[in-house]
């Protein structure tokens, strides 16, 4: 009689896990091919740029609703129109380094509709050096 209460409470556990798991796989869904970029080592006042790309492995159509950077040297843009299931889509990200100096980690903070609802962050990162100044020696 124990092995069959104890089955029966392992085939309804199993069965409430499985439906939970049905309910995350439909809705709008977000993955990204890399949420980190690693820029290496530019001199101060150069502008970095890079495209994130993204796909929608969900079943219905993906919005990203905002993006805002970490300061106002990283500066977000995307499609506002919506993803359909199994599409693609990109935001784009520029870092202004003017005035920055040594190990940069900047971040942009997107908004969607995703099932999840929680918010995704990509990371743009790397060094920023002063520029070399020339002596009246150097040639």
């Known amino acids: 009689m124990k092995k069959v209460a104890f089955l029966f409470t392992f085939m309804m556990l199993a069965t409430l896990v499985f439906a939970q798991e049905e309910q995350v796989k439909t809705g709008p869904m977000i993955k990204f091919e890399q949420k980190v970029y ?27 609703t905002s993006a805002r950077g970490s300061c106002g040297c990283t500066v977000p843009s995307y499609s506002s129109e919506a993803i359909a299931p199994g599409g693609k889509g990109e935001v784009f990200v520029r870092f202004k380094s003017a005035g920055k100096r040594g190990k940069q980690n900047k971040t942009v903070t997107l908004m969607t509709n995703a099932v999840e609802r929680k918010p995704v962050i990509l990371s743009i990162r790397g060094t920023v ?8 020696g150097d040639d």
């Open 38 to 64: 690693d820029f290496g080592t530019i001199v101060q006042g150069d502008t970095v740029e890079h495209t994130f790309i993204f796909e929608n492995i969900g079943t219905e159509p993906l919005k990203i």
């Open 129 to 136: 050096e002063m520029p070399k100044v020339k002596t009246e």
